[in-house]
T-cell receptor, first 113, second 112 residues
Framework: EAGVAQSPRYKIIEKRQSVAFWCNPI?????LYWYQQILGQGPKLLIQ????????DSQLPKDRFSAERLKGVDSTLKIQPAKLEDSAVYLC???????????FGDGTRLSIL | RKEVEQDPGPFNVPEGATVAFNCTYS??????FFWYRQDCRKEPKLLMS???SGNEDGRFTAQLNRASQYISLLIRDSKLSDSATYLC?????????????FGTGTSLTVIP
């Protein structure tokens, strides 16, 4: 079974620039999550999708972050404009249904200069 | 108050030792519990789910105590390859809806 695919693996941008991340979940997984993990901390949920609908985006900084999962399969997360504090690893995860164990992609390591 | 709290460690133990981690959670209605393992600069990987009756997978044993709202992970006969960060994860339904909450992780280093 193919795992969760994410791209790019690394991204370096300057503050105030924009960046986008892509995620393709495991086939058949209805629930997709985007997490932000800052060094030394556990992952923090940014947004959770159930198929193409948003279940929870309460911790997503909506003034600069946006995410979509238009066809209920792959998803994109965008940051515009980026700030220095956005430097982190952005992890995508999927599960068959909400509450079931999640499977994570390799993550995108974002550095803001 | 944080939804999930863990002792960050670090725990430095010799090979062959037994080590235990605890994790407390704040929401008494939490539904599901998991331990994940995260290696340096890698993604979290599911180690085991935690069931009410407790469960064991080889050298790893997980326990859930709903009355005291904590879960534990016991590693017996530690191997060098067990060195990693162990994340406690709770699936709960706070005011904003069901979601997973991660602890900050407990760092384990097994020493030869």
């Amino acid at each position: 079974e193919a795992g969760v695919a994410q791209s790019p693996r690394y991204k370096i941008i300057e503050k105030r620039q924009s960046v986008a991340f892509w995620c393709n979940p495991i086939s058949g997984h209805a629930t997709l999550y985007w997490y932000q993990q800052i060094l030394g901390q556990g992952p923090k949920l940014l947004i959770q999708f159930q198929n193409n609908g948003v279940v929870d985006d309460s911790q997503l900084p909506k003034d600069r972050f946006s995410a979509e999962r238009l066809k209920g399969v792959d998803s994109t997360l965008k940051i515009q404009p980026a700030k220095l504090e956005d430097s982190a690893v952005y992890l995508c995860a999927s599960s068959f249904q909400g509450g079931q164990p999640q499977h994570f992609g390799d993550g995108t390591r974002l550095s803001i200069l | 108050r944080k939804e999930v709290e863990q002792d960050p460690g670090p725990f430095n133990v010799p090979e062959g030792a037994t080590v235990a981690f605890n994790c407390t959670y704040s929401n008494s209605a939490s539904q599901s519990f998991f331990w994940y393992r995260q290696d340096c600069r890698k993604e979290p990987k599911l180690l085991m789910s935690v069931y009410s009756s407790g469960n064991e997978d080889g050298r790893f044993t997980a326990q859930l105590n709903r009355a005291s709202q904590y879960i534990s992970l016991l590693i017996r006969d530690s191997k060098l390859s067990d060195s990693a960060t162990y994340l406690c994860v709770v699936y709960a339904n706070p005011d904003t809806g069901n979601q997973f909450y991660f602890g900050t992780g407990t760092s384990l280093t097994v020493i030869p």
